[in-house]
């Protein structure tokens, strides 16, 4: 399965403009709370609606069916609310790099990944090119991790 980013970004992503095609979103589904689940088991619909006020119980309806973003296919949305595109690492990187011209790369070295952001870059009539960097001093177990984390340095600290 692709790597998505995590909804908080996602969520950033959208204000910062980003529009890329995802076959993935995280779309405001009503669910039952974990809460309700573990005091009351599994039930039926019927069963968590009987838990509630108006159906003769007598907790509030407000705390057995919650919303929550879930991550799900964009095709096998029923009811869209408050959808949110869910990205892949790869598509917020390349349009990083042709929407902003901010290019990641990670590398490794003995302590673990780490990313070094490339941004500004200017490319001259005769090919050379300059631009500021930033490195991530932190390592990180894997790449995807370290990708992570500069996607999350970009959007709230360069663009």
């Keep these: 399965m692709e790597d998505f980013v995590p909804f908080e ?48 119980g007598k907790l509030d309806w407000s705390f057995v069916y919650i919303d929550k973003y879930q991550l799900i296919q964009y095709r096998d949305v029923l009811i869209p609310r408050e959808m949110i595109k869910a990205p892949t690492i ?45 490195s991530g001093l932190r390592a990180y177990c894997d790449a995807e991790q370290a990708y992570l984390a500069g996607i999350e340095y970009v959007i709230y600290n360069r663009i």
Aim: aromatic share 18%; net charge negative.
């Design 9 to 56: 970004i996602a969520k950033e992503l959208k204000e910062k403009g980003f529009d890329y095609k995802c076959l993935f979103v995280y779309n405001k589904e009503q669910i039952i709370n974990p809460e309700v689940v573990k005091a009351f088991g599994e039930l039926s619909d019927d069963g968590y609606y009987e838990l509630i006020k108006e159906g003769g």
């Design 90 to 134: 790869y598509q917020v990187l390349k349009w990083l790099r042709k929407e902003k011209g901010i290019h990641l790369v990670i590398d490794i070295d003995t302590t673990g990944y780490f990313f070094t952001l490339n941004y500004d870059i200017i490319i001259r009539s005769d090919n050379t090119y300059t631009f500021n960097m930033y």
